[in-house]
């Protein structure tokens, strides 16, 4: 048992990290212009790959429903559209991983620290703003909060089913707060990654 | 199916509910954000300029303005007429 308490350590020691970030710096440093396009490429999926669908569909349809909100039509609109939006956002949802591997690569093959300003604030953005909206969204799309999934799930209809109206109100309230901080820190954190001011 | 008309289905959202989300979020933005980004560049960045009043300053008329654009942003997405 205490040897291999000793094993786990010696794998997880300080020397042995400091290794193998270094191995990986030597190993992505050359293809750091390649992990960039990869970068910038599954960033841009990310951020633009479901505006048409949110600015043209979801937005209309919910102002329609907003409108009559016990409209029959009005809420059979908004349900189908809402089912349809939770299975849009799987590219933007395959995209947000691959921009945080392809991140991690970056930092590695350009040997990036805390030195960088620009570098910081990007991180903390991430760390701090995306990263808790894309696990509230991904919980709302692919998981519990999947509109599709939990009315086959429940074999309820829609509009008899207090649960998936109260789904779609969360996803729709969720929608309403990230949009103005999609629209400005989306922007920030593209700006700080290609112009790298100092 | 039948629809079941005894569930709420108006969105339950006023005016001051959408001030306190936008203020909570430029809050969020001053009080966290900013200070967790000048704690790393103070501690593993050895900065002097970390929580300077200039950068206090800007965080929080960034901050501000945000609060304000998040507002008026989410006002237009839920707060419609029925003209």
Known sequence: ?198 | MQMDSSIAREFNVTPKRLRIIATSMALYLFLVVWPVSDCVRYFWAGDPGAFSLQRMLVAFFVALGFGIYAYLQMRRLTIVDNA
Not at chain 1, 27 to 54: Q, R
Request: aromatic letters at 14%.
């Open chain 1, 1 to 198: 048992m205490e040897s291999q308490t000793i094993t786990l350590k010696s794998l997880f020691g300080k020397k042995e990290v400091i290794f193998v970030l270094e191995t990986l710096t030597q190993v992505l440093g050359p293809y750091y212009l390649k992990i960039k396009f990869v970068h910038l490429l599954f960033a841009t999926m990310w951020l633009w790959s479901t505006s048409v669908a949110y600015l043209n569909y979801v937005v209309p349809t919910m102002k329609a429903w907003l409108r009559s909100p016990n409209s029959e039509d009005a809420l059979r609109d908004r349900n189908s559209m809402m089912e349809r939006f939770d299975h849009g956002v799987i590219l933007e949802h395959i995209a947000f991983p691959v921009v945080l591997l392809s991140g991690v690569c970056l930092l590695l093959a350009g040997g990036w620290t805390a030195q960088s300003y620009w570098l910081v604030i990007k991180l903390s953005v991430v760390v701090l703003v995306f990263l808790p909206i894309e696990i509230i969204d991904y919980w709302l799309s692919h998981f519990g909060g999947n509109k599709l999934a939990f009315r086959r799930r429940a074999n309820v209809d829609a509009l008899a089913s207090p649960r998936y109206e109260q789904l779609v109100q969360y996803h729709w309230w969720f929608l309403v707060v990230t949009t103005p901080i999609i629209a400005t820190a989306g922007m920030l954190v593209v700006y700080l990654a290609t112009v790298k001011p100092a």
